[in-house]
C-alpha cells in the first residue's frame, strides 16, 4: 500500500509536469501571436513548437481557443488578486502602490500581456479587466463618488483604463526601460495633472 509520503511525492511530480506542459503551450501560443491572429492557430503546428504531442493537448484544452481563454483567466485572477484587501481610500491616497503591484504583475507577464496589448491580442480580456474595475469601483469604493460625480464616472473610468493600457503598450514597445515603480509614478502624476484624484479625495 502506498505511504502517505509517496503519495503526495507523486501528487506533487504530477502537478509540475502538468504546469510545465501548460507554461509549454501557453509560451507557444504567445509566440505564435506575434506573428497571426488566433483563429489562424492550429493545434498541430501549436503543439509542435511546444514539443507536446495532440493527445496530451486534448488533456487539458478543447482546442488553442479554450487555451487562450484558460490562460487569460489565469492573468485575470492574478490581476485581481492585486485588489485583495485594498480599500477606496487606500487607493486614492495611495495609487502609486496599486499601480505599482499592476505593472509588476504585467512585467511577469510581459510576452503575454504584450501580445494580448496587440492587434492579435483579444478585446475580449480588455472587457473583463474594465469590468472588473468598473464593479470593484461602484460596488466597494462607491463613497468616494460625489453623487454629481456620477454622471462623469464613465468618463473617468474611461481616461483611466485607457490612459494605462496605451502607457503599458508605450512601456513594451520602447524596450521597458522604465521600472514598474516609476512607471506608477508617470500614471500617478497623469491623473494628477487631470485633478481626477484631487476629486475624489475632496469628495
Not at 87 to 97: A, I, M
Request: net charge negative; glycine share 4%.
Amino acid at each position: 500500500m502506498m505511504g502517505e509520503t509517496e503519495l503526495r511525492t507523486r501528487t506533487d511530480i504530477k502537478d509540475r509536469r502538468i504546469r510545465k506542459t501548460r507554461n509549454a503551450l501557453k509560451n507557444s501560443l504567445t509566440t505564435l501571436l506575434q506573428e497571426k491572429n488566433v483563429k489562424d492557430i492550429s493545434v498541430k503546428e501549436l503543439t509542435e513548437l511546444a514539443d507536446v504531442n495532440r493527445g496530451t493537448f486534448y488533456l487539458h484544452y478543447k482546442d488553442v481557443f479554450d487555451l487562450l481563454e484558460q490562460s487569460e483567466l489565469d492573468l485575470l485572477d492574478e490581476f485581481e488578486s492585486v485588489f485583495d484587501g485594498v480599500t477606496g481610500k487606500e487607493f486614492v491616497n495611495e495609487p502609486g502602490k496599486i499601480f505599482e503591484r499592476i505593472y509588476n504583475m504585467c512585467k511577469d507577464n510581459a510576452d503575454f500581456v504584450r501580445v494580448l496589448l496587440s492587434e492579435n491580442g483579444d478585446i475580449k480580456f480588455l472587457n473583463s479587466m474594465s469590468s472588473f474595475l468598473k464593479e470593484r469601483c461602484l460596488r466597494d469604493w462607491s463613497e468616494l463618488i460625489k453623487a454629481s460625480d456620477y454622471k462623469m464616472f464613465d468618463a473617468y473610468f474611461t481616461f483611466l483604463v485607457g490612459g494605462c493600457v496605451s502607457l503599458l503598450q508605450y512601456w513594451f514597445t520602447s524596450g521597458m526601460n522604465q521600472s514598474p515603480k516609476e512607471l506608477a509614478k508617470i500614471t500617478v502624476d497623469f491623473l494628477e495633472r487631470s485633478t481626477a484624484l484631487e476629486r475624489l479625495r475632496n469628495a
